[in-house]
């Protein structure tokens, strides 16, 4: 064990022997991470999770102020930070990290600081600005994110960077019990990418909210948000971050939806895969607002200005990363042949009609 590990670990342990004059619940929840049992007598040390200890992260500010002040009250100081900040079980309030602060990530931030959660970002392009101005916290250095030992990380890239974002980000310098949330527009990419690549110790919860910057601008009421519980720990405090996570939509009006990955695919192609597609066509045809539109006239052109604002790797990744896309895509153009050939055939059978029947009887050849 490093220095830094064992001193942090000692530190643990007297926080937990003090630990006897707090509440219960205080007092057990810290005893189940310590080697220490309820009534202080030792069992066999066994270390279930220790953070990154590089000289420069939490646990070792943590232990730095532990020796280098009187005992007391840097015992008493610290376990008010463990209480306030560090662990997630003692807070109804979130510390939320957005990884991809674009369009989609800065919308999401905007609701979670409206519910009084902390939120810091990472994006590959500067965003301090429009951060500040809406109170998130913005880091241009990934490990400095990491650092801050958020409670939920949200992974907001596009579909197609999430591979590489995910393998180049420090995941060693998160706390080993993160809870890990994605929110792209496909599911089974990155529910299979984050079984492969994320630490067994990190929680797994693959979302999809069905809005956007567009379609949710009024408030989310009603909108469908999906989510698969992949993989969360069965304790306790893991269990409950997560439905407080959950919580978040569900206070907006969501209506939530509980659906594994491969089954939101499947619905996701044929409904946001088409909306998309055809948004895109009839986009290409500069649709004119006109004084005598209908009510479906105006539809089609409320669905042009929605999908219009999405960025085209958006839709791009709708297609790539949902094997269900390409059949869809071909149904849809056979769907399109299918109408146009019903409309010529009846067109030639009138015009033929009309170029023969329209001939007098005696001019017909051979008459
Ligand atoms: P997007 O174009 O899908 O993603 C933009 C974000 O991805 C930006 O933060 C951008 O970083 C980041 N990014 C793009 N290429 C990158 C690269 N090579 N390396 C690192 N980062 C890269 O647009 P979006 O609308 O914001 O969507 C974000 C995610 O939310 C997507 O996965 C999407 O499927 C999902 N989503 C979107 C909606 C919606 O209505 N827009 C709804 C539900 C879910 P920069 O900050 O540097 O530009």
């Not at 044929?270 to 948004?279: E, K, N």
Request: hydrophobic share 35%.
């Amino acid at each position: 064990m490093s220095t830094a590990t064992s001193s942090t670990y000692s530190l643990f342990n007297t926080i937990v022997e003090r630990s006897q004059h707090l509440p219960y619940v205080f007092h057990r929840q810290l005893c189940g991470q310590s080697n220490l049992n309820c009534h202080g007598r030792h069992r066999p040390m066994s270390i279930c999770s220790v953070d990154a200890a590089q000289s420069f992260d939490y646990e070792h500010k943590l232990s730095s102020s532990h020796s280098s002040s009187s005992k007391t009250t840097a015992s008493s100081r610290n376990l008010e930070k463990l209480f306030s900040s560090s662990d997630a079980s003692f807070d109804l309030k979130l510390k939320i990290a957005i990884v991809g602060f674009g369009n989609f990530g800065q919308f999401l931030a905007r609701t979670f600081i409206q519910q009084g959660h902390s939120v810091i970002a990472y994006s590959r392009t500067d965003h301090t600005s429009v951060a500040t101005s809406l109170n998130v916290k913005f880091f241009s250095d990934p490990h400095d994110l990491c650092e801050e030992h958020p409670d939920v990380v949200i992974l907001c890239t596009s579909i197609l960077s999430t591979e590489a974002v995910i393998k180049s980000f420090p995941l060693h310098r998160l706390r080993r019990n993160t809870l890990f949330v994605d929110v792209l527009s496909v599911k089974e990419f990155p529910r299979n990418l984050f079984i492969q690549t994320l630490p067994r110790e990190f929680d797994v919860l693959c979302t999809h909210p069905m809005f956007g910057p567009e379609s949710g601008k009024d408030g989310w009421g009603g909108l469908p948000f999906v989510y698969d519980k992949v993989r969360i720990g069965d304790v306790e405090s893991r269990i409950n971050r997560c439905n407080r996570f959950l919580e978040i939509f569900e206070k907006e009006g969501c209506k939530m939806v509980e659906m594994s990955c491969m089954e939101h695919d499947k619905h996701a192609a044929s409904s946001q895969f088409m909306t998309h597609t055809l948004g895109r066509v009839l986009s290409r045809l500069n649709l004119p607002i006109t004084p005598i539109g209908t009510k479906g006239y105006e539809t089609l052109l409320s669905l042009v200005e929605n999908t219009r604002k999405d960025s085209f790797d958006l839709y791009y990744g709708l297609f790539m990363y949902n094997k269900n896309s390409t059949d869809l895509l071909v149904n849809f153009e056979e769907a399109f042949d299918e109408v146009k050939k019903e409309l010529f055939e009846k067109l030639h059978d009138v015009v033929r009609k009309q170029l023969f029947e329209s001939i007098p009887e005696d001019n017909k050849i051979g008459s």
